[in-house]
């Protein structure tokens, strides 16, 4: 049976995962624990300074095993220091009183995010209301990457087919509480505590949003609570007939249907409709949300494009031929790119009048940023973002040549001088970073400063 206790080995447990992902949390609120565990990467390198003294062996074993002694007794220092206040915690967070409260952040996205006050009782006790809905739930938000594969395949295979792209209208608010707290309470496999906390979470959105139904965006059980809820559905959906493909990513739907040869006066779309009403929830209609493509008949001269997940698919049908499949950057995170770019150049612009070699730093790896990829510092899965990265399924690199030219434009424009001009357009560009080897590296600081005036 499952431990969804909020205890201290569990919270316990939770910090020495962020750790291994590279989140000291310890050292964030401890700042006791933070000067222990510096002592001990102290000791950790005079055992390897040790290593390099040449003693004998003898000499070698005393000194280690004094050096060892030292490490053992800061350790069993941090270890007793980190009990006590996981006790604290623990105790605070399992009280009738505490509660996990949200507030609203219009700053960051066009909509509202909601977050918690950064302390240690919230961050730990929603990592484990995540791990127990996740473990009891086995829910997990599909892979992007996964979805456009299939994609790319099944719409270049040149068979008849109906393809309908959709999504659900203001989804993450939408979500019905009673009806979801229905589908958990049904199920009955949160303890009572967990539950409470996903009670308060929902009350406590209403009373900020002001609305009687959804979940808040940017709250980390709120992904779960979606894709919980939306099992069901896609279940329903799953068995339309003549349906040969079907995923949903968040809020974004795609199908794809083999086309009926008897009953040609199908309404695919109005299908998809009802079995979302029927749960609550309301499919976006309005023009690039919602699009129907029909290509049962390969006589028909057609050249079909649509958007997804940050790619455009163009393909059709010509002289009773198959065009193939042509994937690219979607016109949105294209123009996002292009903001980003010309964001860059205003920034240093402005920034430049009062220290022009200090913006001109921060200009440059800007740019190296935008045009290239990065491993995340501080994460230890590795994870790497970039244009490639990002983009990797793509079948032309038209758009990344656009957007180069679109670099040289603002370079133009901006009239910088002929040394940084030189040096970022020789040293940068869009179609050349587009390769898995080409990574920058940035340190958390750099990143944060990267970053600052990007959002929303």
């Avoid at 087919?161 to 009806?179: A, G, R, V």
Wanted: aromatic share 10%; proline share 2%; with cysteine.
């Amino acid at each position: 049976m499952l431990d969804q206790s909020f205890s201290i080995e569990n919270f316990r447990k939770i910090l020495d995962i962020e750790n291994r992902k590279g989140y000291y949390l310890e050292g964030d609120f401890f700042s006791d624990i933070k000067e222990i565990s510096k002592k001990i990467k102290e000791v950790n390198a005079e055992i390897r300074i040790l290593k390099q003294k040449g003693l004998d062996n003898k000499s070698f074993i005393e000194e280690r095993n004094t050096i060892n002694e030292k490490k053992d007794k800061l350790n069993e220092q941090r270890e007793q220091k980190l009990t006590m206040k996981l006790t604290t915690i623990s105790s605070n967070v399992t009280a009738q009183e505490f509660k996990i409260k949200i507030v609203k952040d219009i700053s960051i996205t066009d909509k509202p995010v909601y977050k918690t006050e950064y302390n240690l009782e919230n961050i730990l006790t929603l990592k484990q209301l995540q791990y127990n809905f996740r473990k009891l739930y086995k829910v997990k938000q599909s892979s992007r990457y996964a979805i456009i594969s299939q994609l790319k395949n099944l719409l270049d295979d040149g068979f008849p087919k109906i393809i309908l792209k959709t999504d659900i209208k203001e989804f993450y608010e939408s979500i019905p509480h009673d009806n979801l707290l229905n589908k958990i309470n049904d199920d009955n496999l949160l303890t009572h505590l967990s539950m409470r906390f996903i009670q308060q979470i929902l009350n406590t959105f209403k009373h900020e949003s002001g609305t009687t139904n959804g979940v808040p965006r940017g709250i980390g059980i709120s992904p779960y609570l979606t894709e919980l809820y939306m099992r069901d559905i896609d279940a329903k959906i799953k068995l339309l007939p003549n349906l040969m493909y079907y995923a949903r990513y968040v809020d974004d739907i795609i199908l794809i249907f083999m086309p009926q040869i008897i009953n040609t006066n199908r309404y695919y779309q109005i299908e998809v409709k009802e079995v979302l009403s029927k749960e609550e929830l309301i499919m976006n209609e309005s023009i690039g949300k919602t699009k129907l493509i029909d290509l049962s008949n390969k006589n028909i001269n057609q050249q079909y494009e649509f958007e997804y997940l940050g790619y455009k698919f163009i393909s059709g049908y010509k002289s009773n031929k198959h065009i193939p499949l042509k994937l690219t950057i979607s016109s949105r995170k294209k123009q996002q790119y292009e903001d980003r770019l010309k964001k860059a150049f205003e920034l240093y612009a402005k920034q430049s009048k009062q220290n022009e070699k200090k913006a001109r730093k921060l200009f440059v790896k800007r740019i190296k940023f935008l045009t290239s990829n990065t491993r995340l510092v501080n994460n230890k899965r590795n994870v790497i973002t970039g244009i490639y990265y990002t983009n990797s399924l793509i079948s032309t690199t038209d758009d990344l040549k656009d957007l180069d030219l679109c670099f040289d434009e603002f370079i133009t424009s901006f009239a910088l001088q002929e040394t940084l001009a030189s040096r970022i357009r020789n040293s940068n560009s869009f179609v050349s970073g587009f390769d898995p080897t080409n990574i920058s590296k940035f340190s958390t600081v750099e990143l944060n400063k990267i970053m600052n005036h990007w959002t929303k």
